[in-house]
C-alpha cells in the first residue's frame, strides 16, 4: 500500500494584538477552542473566502466555529506557509 501524502500545514503567527488577545483568555475551555480552530486553519488556509479588501494589504479572512464559540481574522502570507492571526474571539 503507497505511503499518504503527507499535509504541510501553514506555521501560525500572531499580531500583537492577537498576542495580547491570547494573554487576556482566563477561561480553561477557551484555549483548547481557539487550537481546534488554529488547526483547522493551519491544514487549509483557503477553508473561507477572503473577506471584501478595501486596500492594497492582504485580503483579511474570517474563520468562524459556531460550534466552540471562536472567531479567527487573519490573513495568508504569498507562499501560503504561514497564516498570521490579526483577531481572536472567544
Known amino acids: 500500500m503507497p505511503p499518504h501524502p503527507r499535509v504541510r500545514r501553514a506555521r501560525s503567527v ?3 494584538a492577537a498576542a495580547k488577545q491570547m494573554e487576556a483568555i482566563t477561561v480553561e475551555t477557551e484555549p483548547h477552542a481557539l487550537d481546534r480552530a488554529l488547526v483547522v486553519i493551519s491544514v487549509d488556509p483557503d ?3 477572503p473577506l471584501p479588501a478595501t486596500t492594497d494589504a ?7 466555529d459556531d460550534v466552540e464559540a471562536v472567531r479567527v481574522l ?6 501560503r506557509t ?3 492571526v490579526a483577531y481572536i474571539e472567544v
Open 74 to 79: 487573519y490573513f495568508v502570507t504569498a507562499l
Open 82 to 84: 504561514v497564516v498570521v
Open 58 to 64: 492582504p485580503a483579511l479572512r474570517q474563520y468562524t
Open 14 to 16: 500572531f499580531s500583537d
Open 47 to 49: 477553508i473561507v473566502d
